[in-house]
């Protein structure tokens, strides 16, 4: 078992540097960051203040609450921040952020929703936040690595996520399932066509 612990820590180590200095007896904590969009697919952003990760580029979101599902914490966390009602979001992604500067372990869930239309986020929480502000996806990765908040920044550097549309936008699976039916229903037809003629 010990030999174990040390492996781990001995692997840790070598990712994000000499853990010697991080309190004893440490623990994970789990946030929920919420990818909101507006109907051009821009993310809603603002910038953090006063605490971990200030003056970083970062989504609405917080720590989950005790007893609380994701999508109850992300739209509990969007009202608070934002002022806005959401519908309940989608799990789209899940992110292991090490943060050695502050000697903080994060699991981030990333839920996906979109803005009510017509509204617009207010900053409710100004000694937490600088403002909030639409970005696009390219405008995003544009950014300087240091310039991310380290969830969001492991998030748009995954290989595996998908950056996903706005509301108006079909995804490819929509495309290849409408183009699916379709094609079904044409040769539905054909069938009946010929049917009636016999």
Not at 70 to 97: K, L, S
Request: charged share 20%; proline share 7%; hydrophobic share 40%.
């Amino acid at each position: 078992m010990k030999s174990m612990m040390s492996h781990r820590r001995n692997s840790l180590d070598n990712e994000i540097g000499d853990l010697s200095s991080w309190p004893v007896g440490g623990f994970v904590r789990v946030g929920v960051a919420v990818i909101l969009l507006d109907d051009h697919g821009r993310v809603l952003v603002g910038k953090r203040i006063g605490s971990h990760g200030a003056g970083k580029m970062a989504l609405p979101g917080g720590h989950i609450e005790l007893g609380e599902t994701f999508a109850g914490c992300a739209m509990r966390e969007v009202f608070e921040e934002t002022g806005m009602h959401i519908a309940p979001p989608t799990h789209v992604y899940t992110t292991n952020d090490l943060m050695p500067a502050e000697q903080k372990h994060y699991v981030t869930i990333f839920m996906l929703a979109h803005a009510p239309r017509g509204v617009e986020p207010k900053n409710c929480e100004p000694h937490k936040n600088e403002g909030w502000s639409w970005k696009s996806w390219s405008e995003l990765k544009m950014l300087p690595a240091d310039q991310l908040f380290v969830p969001l920044r492991n998030l748009l550097k995954s290989p595996n996520f998908v950056p996903p549309g706005g509301r108006s936008s079909s995804q490819p699976w929509q495309l290849a399932a409408a183009s699916i039916l379709l094609t079904a229903a044409f040769g539905i037809g054909l069938s009946l066509g010929r049917a009636r003629r016999l």
